[in-house]
């Protein structure tokens, strides 16, 4: 069976990136595009143009007409110039002067013959239902392995977004054996330290982040001195200029196989320096400083948050603050003004040695397409509005009702603890709720009978099937087993594997940051912080303001989750003997009663604030 020219070139191209030791983002790097389209391109969905052809011939240093006329004579003519094409020269810089002279292995005649696999993107020989891909993990492995580059990069992590379009295929949606090792930075090790920001090429240039240093190897404290200036936890033992203080105590030297008497014994010995003049200061390394303002900014978080994610968040306030020579106004606005780029590229840094690879843009269904400019999708979020007339009733027959208007803190903030598909939805019709995934799902609501509560699809009339996010049914099967209603009927969904700790990281930084603001009195960052949540909530979707990513599901399961959130709290009231007055919004409940024993008031997240007090059927 004779290969199309487009077919062809996907596979010759597989097979020059396994050669040369490249990933899908180097050569998107290389040839001025996103990882994504590099990805589309390869897997079909989108065409290699001829300006692609021009740009990855003059990257691999062949000509046109090699490059077309298949993989096995692209990559003879690639090892017969190894010195001629733009990858082979990139390749060098990574390699040591040993290795990049070593002769290149030649690349089996099975792996031209064949296409990307379909889960590792490496050359597989085997096609299923019109896929090329490997039949076994091991498979992957090996070639993943054999694929790897000479040497690799200094200090680089792995882009965890190496196939975009990749998802997990069953319940639970782990990754492949042996296609990703576990990473100390993915959110369910709870491990502060992320990748540098040259890492991965798809990270954005943040303001305030640190500069790439060498990492030092542990040391113990020292007792504190107030002889010696501090220079911050992140500098090497002895990068510090030494100066000859008689009041200064000597550290007890350590054990002479640890590795703190290593770094230690590479230090230059103290010199004495005269009474007066100032300290030598070894060249290449930082000098003491004494000025309080020269200091690093000490990592505001605790164990549980990113401390990386949450210092650029207080350095980018600093930043602007100092842009506007302390304008706090102005400085504000432009905050606000950056507040999309600045929370998407926190996105990623979270999401770096993550366990999955999310998709971007997948394929969009109808139901979640909007039907006009300013029209909306099929998707019923529920969001509340209800009031409970038996209270209303009382009111109107003179009974004086005190109600007090309660107002959750950061609704949405909170509601990014919600299940989310990692890939692209994908149709299923065995009407059952798995909880390992999530999507979107076409329901027959039970009837609600309660009219102390409200329901908890919210204020909606019509009756019969509509969609709804999984945070919704999730809080319609806990309502069946609480014994308030049946479980919905389920007549078909749109589903992936999902997880709930995809937005983790970034919620526990913003959270951190935003408590921290709170308790300095700085209501710029305050303000700032509650930009970049709620813009993300609400650019997700179908946004020319977010050109970034477009997942119109998960924006609508974080709104709906946020939603769920206040109808539970209004359960606790009803359950605690509180009178649920009204509900409302994302984040308002009035209630009757004495609701201090039952809701912690104050700011943090699982905090309430008094909003106001005032009398039903009196003035408001």
Known sequence: MSLGTEELLRLTVSALMSRVGERQGDLAVALGQAQAQVSRKQSGKQHWTLDDVDRLAAHYGLGVPDLLAGPTHAVTALAADPDGGAAQASLLLAASPAESTRSPAPVPRSEALGGPCVLCGEPAVDEVEGVWQHLTSEECAEALDAAAPLAP?????????????FT???PGESALP????????????????????????????????????????????????PEVADVGSDVVAGSAAPVARESVRQVPAPEPDSAVARVESAAPAPVPVPEGEPAP??????????????????????????????DQIHARVRDVLS????????AQAELIKRAIPDVMALFERSRVGGRYAHSKFPPTDDILRKKSQKGADEIWEGRPKWRNKAAFDLARMGQDIEVTALDMNAAYLSAFKCWLPVGKLVEDTTGVHEPK??????????????????????NRQEPGPLWVPDSLVRLLLDCARWGLCEAPVIHRALLSGGTESLLEKLRRALAESRKTAIAEGDEVAVEYVKSMYSKFVSTIGESSANTDIRRPDWMHIIRAKAFTNLWRKAYKANTAGLTVVEISGTDELHVAGDWRPVFPQGRDLNQVKEKKLYTLGGKR
Not at 153 to 165: N, P, R, V, W
Not at 193 to 219: C, F, L, N, R
């Open 168 to 170: 997990p295929a069953g």
């Open 281 to 310: 200061v070894v060249v290449g390394e930082p000098a003491p400083v004494a000025a309080e303002a020269s200091r690093p900014a000490v990592s505001r978080a605790p164990g549980y948050a990113s401390g990386t994610l949450v």
């Open 178 to 225: 042996g296609l990703e090792e576990p990473q100390q930075g993915s959110v369910e090790s709870d491990v502060d330290s992320v990748a540098p920001m040259g890492a991965t090429k798809s990270a954005v240039p943040y303001p305030g982040d640190p500069q790439p240093e060498p990492e030092p190897e542990p040391e113990p404290e020292p007792e504190p001195e």
């Open 437 to 458: 995934r999530s999507g979107v799902y076409q329901i027959t609501p039970a009837e609600w009978t309660h009219t102390s509560l409200p329901n908890p699809l919210g």
């Open 153 to 165: 990069l200094a200090d680089c992590a792995e882009d965890e977004h190496g196939e975009e379009d």
């Open 323 to 330: 842009e506007h020579q302390g304008d706090v106004e102005t």
